[in-house]
């Protein structure tokens, strides 16, 4: 699977972004769908899934409750939706998929990645 990151950008503190993520897979429906991030000098951390129903979602503590998770399987699409953006979630953010996986807050469960969308909150 071939994944697109995209909507990253500046944006201040308490501000809001989306971010989308499309997948090339015809099957993309079957698919579980992740978002990491990883901030200079930290290790990549997990952020948000969704199963490939649509009907389990995780999220991460340091978001929950701001971020919301969705795909649209007509257009091949999951989306990040960050609200109340906070200077600490500055990072470049990654979509990733895998077919089967046990553990969706685990990155090295999934086994396609995209490129990358920069994220910067200024305080």
């Known amino acids: 699977v071939q994944l697109q990151a995209s909507g990253g950008g500046l944006v201040q503190a308490g501000g809001s972004l989306r971010l989308s993520c499309a997948a090339s897979?015809?099957?993309?429906?079957?698919?579980?769908m992740g978002w990491f991030r990883q901030a200079p000098g930290k290790e990549r951390e997990f952020v948000a899934a969704i199963r490939w129903h649509g009907l389990r979602t995780y999220y991460s503590d340091s978001v929950k409750g701001r971020f919301t998770i969705s795909r649209d399987d007509a257009k091949n699409t999951v989306d990040l939706r960050m609200n109340s953006l906070k200077p600490e979630d500055t990072a470049v953010y990654y979509c990733a998929s895998r077919r089967y996986i046990s553990r969706p807050s685990d990155p090295n469960e999934y086994d396609s990645w995209g490129q990358g969308t920069l994220v910067t909150v200024s305080s």
């Open positions: 897979e015809r099957t993309f429906r079957t698919y579980n």
